[in-house]
């Protein structure tokens, strides 16, 4: 079929969205909506002590000043960490409370203390600045290993030393055993530095009340940029004490989530709330500074690793020490990306029998930290691949050789590793090969030498990756035919941009046979789609895709039965293909849209409705190799990245188009967090000092370079369309792929590590230093 599963079709989304036919939250406006903005914490950390706002109350158009004080007196709960973790000694995990408005401390930059809704936004902001708080301030602590300092300022009582949780997992006592016994022992320090996550919508929320009966309050509403309604649903519904049923979610449009819209943030509490109190819809979006200090961010983990290997080369055990930075509050899913969401793809594609890893998170006087694109795997690849690149030099061996002795072969699926996982397919070897001949390895040292002449230092980096996706749960799909034979899909997943309606659309093109013009899909509203886990973990197509596949089999079941009686024959002898029921062996046939015109009964409404919940019964394995080439200038630091190569397993790829573009956009992320992105804090005063992008550099159209993709499709088994998910790989390979390009690049000077981001200083600075060194020896 010209538009099924395996055509690289352009998407049909993108004709309304380029057009400017795109309904982004900030797009929404309710009658009568007002408008709110927030007084917010210029401390790092600080006591709050009067907060006056009759100034602010006394200006024209001002609705209500609110403070936590407000939200107390209505029982209004906090916002949870829905992470499930023990620490080491079995105990539960330091849990803080999180208002939605700041109680008794303001505990970073940005956090929200007062909330100021008005007639008009200009009102709502003139009004913010003249709401008067007495803050004392306090000594504040943002550095992540500094937060472990004895002395140190405790950002939570409850909380000794700053100490979240001491978590561990695997075989701590086989591993020291490796390492005492090993022929050699690599070790490696490194950062993997926080970043913003930067989507180019930032976040923002309508908050209403449905009329009720006879004029009365009815339901509230939220419409909320997102990455799933059901989710937030259920916690609105519990901060607010309210039923499920009495708050309507919906999200529109997203431009990016990248894991940072998963999450339920203070602002859309405090919204639903003075929507509650004032009878009326409020709105709030945030401008791009407000994001910057108000936006959970990602990654910030310091690790240590020591790697044990045989006389051969080959990988005895693995042992990784975290601390891992939660910021000042525990976001929705916190604790959980450092540690399990993580920890367990440190196996890698690799054969190690024994892995230890312990992770300790701390509190800061900075954003909550939680999920960003990849979530866990990208900190994980990165710590590994560098670690094991730099054993390849360390021994002798050299990046390719060490990781080919090492690798885990397809004969051995399904595998088990000492993580806990089972990686049921993939042919890691052959995708390290094909990256090597797509990025001409063999023609490098002649690359190497011009650039040499040129004055330039030149590199190349490999990485080679695996991650568990598909998680999260379930996922629900409803899939209806209407009499006039278009087709309904609800779902309860959320595009951010990933291009889902033209994914499931080739899934029902293939599997009904009806042309993508046919086709409506639902996303995030609560009343439409009555459940869903949601958009992260690359899930989407993989878990939803597969519900909406086994929906699309109960319509044809069901319709088959009007099929038969239409053709006047047996179920048993009527067969369905490309939209059409045919009697087996003539050329009898109706089509589906015969047959709901049937079953509607003339046309008109419904025909067939058919709910499917899939379950995935084990996670999926993308896994690959990127491969990276660079040329360093040794006199200014700068760092052009020329060339890019990709190999990927994503299983069965519905639209390969689709995929690249995932490719690309993850590529984009993994240069900007290598190359370029890192929050900085000031360390005595708490300050963010990379607030907007005059001081936080994202990646530009300049700095992309070319990117060869080649896709080596293992279908995996543990769902029925043979996906393995392809979101947020891109952002998995490229950190260790360049970063082990620009060591190679300075390893004549002897440079083994330089952390992430290499900006043009951090790598002036290490070639001066290399210099220095190699003049004094």
């Known amino acids: 079929m010209k538009f099924g599963i395996g055509q690289a079709v352009p998407r049909t989304e993108d004709a309304r969205l380029l057009t400017g036919g795109g309904r982004y939250t900030d797009d929404v406006s309710l009658p009568g909506q007002a408008y709110a903005a927030f007084v917010r914490s210029p401390h790092a950390f600080a006591a709050i002590g009067s907060v006056d706002a009759s100034d602010a109350l006394a200006q024209p158009g001002v609705l209500a000043v609110y403070t936590v004080a407000d939200l107390d007196a209505e ?8 992470a499930a973790l023990k620490q080491r000694d079995g105990s539960n995990y330091v849990r803080t409370p999180r208002p939605a408005l700041a109680r008794g401390f303001v505990r970073h930059v940005g956090d929200p203390v007062a909330m100021v809704v008005a007639e008009t936004l200009e009102a709502a902001r003139e009004a913010a600045e003249l709401v008067m708080v007495d803050y004392e301030d306090r000594d504040s602590v943002t550095g992540t290993l500094d ?9 939570w009582d409850a909380a000794p030393n700053n100490l979240c949780f ?9 591993v020291e055993a490796a390492l005492a016994g090993a022929h050699r022992v690599v070790e490696l320090e490194l950062v993997n530095n926080r970043v913003v996550a930067n989507p180019m919508e930032g976040r923002a929320c309508v908050a209403g009340v449905e009329s009720g009966a006879d004029g009365a ?15 937030l649903q259920k916690q609105f519904a519990k901060i607010l004490n309210e039923p499920d049923s009495r708050i309507r979610v919906l999200t529109t449009d997203v431009g990016g989530g990248f894991g940072m819209k998963l999450f339920n943030y203070p602002e859309y509490v405090a919204c639903l709330f003075a929507a509650r109190q004032l009878n009326r819809a409020v709105k709030w979006a945030a ?12 990654r910030d983990h310091v690790s240590k690793a020591r790697l044990a290997l045989d006389a051969d080369g080959r990988f005895l055990g693995l042992r990784v020490d975290t601390v891992a930075n939660l910021g000042a509050y525990l976001s929705n899913y916190g604790p959980f990306i450092p540690t399990d969401a993580g920890s367990a793809m440190l196996v890698g594609s690799y054969r190690t ?46 990046p390719a050789e060490i990781r080919r002795r090492n690798f885990i072969p397809p004969s051995a699926m399904p595998y088990a590793t000492p993580m806990g996982q089972v990686y049921d397919t993939g042919d890691f070897a052959q995708n390290l090969e094909d990256g090597l001949i797509l990025a001409d390895m063999a023609g490098l040292p002649a690359r190497k030498a011009a650039a040499k002449a040129r004055g330039k230092l030149r590199g190349a980096g490999l990485a080679t990756y695996i991650e568990a996706c598909s998680g999260g749960g379930p996922e629900q799909a409803t899939v209806q035919v209407n009499g006039d034979g278009k087709v309904v899909l609800m779902i309860g997943t959320q595009t951010n941009g990933q291009g889902h309606e033209t994914a499931y659309k080739q899934i029902l093109a293939d599997r009904l046979g009806v042309p993508p013009e046919d086709v409506e899909v639902v996303q995030g509203d609560t009343d439409r789609v009555s459940w869903g886990s949601g958009t992260g973990g690359s899930r989407s197509v993989p878990v939803g895709g597969s519900a909406l596949a086994e929906g699309a089999a109960k319509v044809v079941k069901a319709a088959t039965a009007v099929a038969a009686d239409l053709l006047e024959t047996a179920e048993v002898d009527v067969a369905f293909a490309d939209g059409r029921f045919t009697v087996v062996g003539t050329d009898r046939a109706v089509s589906l849209k015969e047959v709901a015109a049937k079953a509607a009964e003339g046309g008109a409404g419904i025909a067939f409705s058919e709910m499917a919940r899939w379950t995935p019964p084990a996670s999926t394995f993308p896994n690959g190799c990127h491969v990276a080439e660079v040329e360093v200038d040794p006199a200014t ?26 490719i690309h956009g993850g590529v984009a992320q993994g240069l900007g967090q290598a190359l370029q992105e890192r929050v900085v804090f000031d360390p005595d005063s708490g300050q963010l000092l990379s607030g907007s992008f005059m001081d936080y550099q994202m990646p530009r159209a300049v700095d992309m370079p070319p990117i060869e993709v080649k896709l080596n499709s293992v279908p995996s088994t543990t769902n029925m369309l043979g996906m393995k998910g392809a979101g947020e790989a891109g952002a998995i390979g490229a950190p260790p792929a360049i970063i082990n390009a620009v060591v190679d690049a300075l390893s004549d ?3 083994t590590h330089i952390d992430m981001p290499a900006t043009p200083e951090a790598v002036w600075t290490a070639i001066r230093g290399a210099e220095t060194r190699l003049a004094a020896e």
């Open 75 to 82: 029982n209004v709960g906090m916002i949870p960490c829905q």
């Open 147 to 155: 937060a472990l300092e004895p002395g140190r300022p405790l950002v």
């Open 166 to 174: 001491d978590w561990d997992t695997g075989d701590e006592a086989a």
């Open 217 to 231: 309050p009815g339901r509230l509403l939220i419409y909320v940029t997102s990455q799933g309604v059901h989710g």
């Open 287 to 298: 401008d791009r500074i407000e994001g910057f200090i108000s936006d959970d961010h990602g």
């Open 353 to 398: 029998p024994a892995v230890y890893v312990r992770v300790k998170g701390v509190f800061t006087n900075t954003q909550p930290v939680d999920a960003y694109r990849g979530a866990g795997r990208p900190e994980a690849a990165y710590l590994l691949e560098r670690l094991i690149d730099h054993a390849g030099r360390v021994t002798g061996l050299g």
């Open 637 to 662: 630091g700068v760092i052009e990245v020329v060339r890019y190569s990709v190999v990927d397993d994503f299983g069965t790829v519905i639209n390969p188009m689709l995929v690249i573009g995932q």
């Open 749 to 751: 000077l002897g440079i």
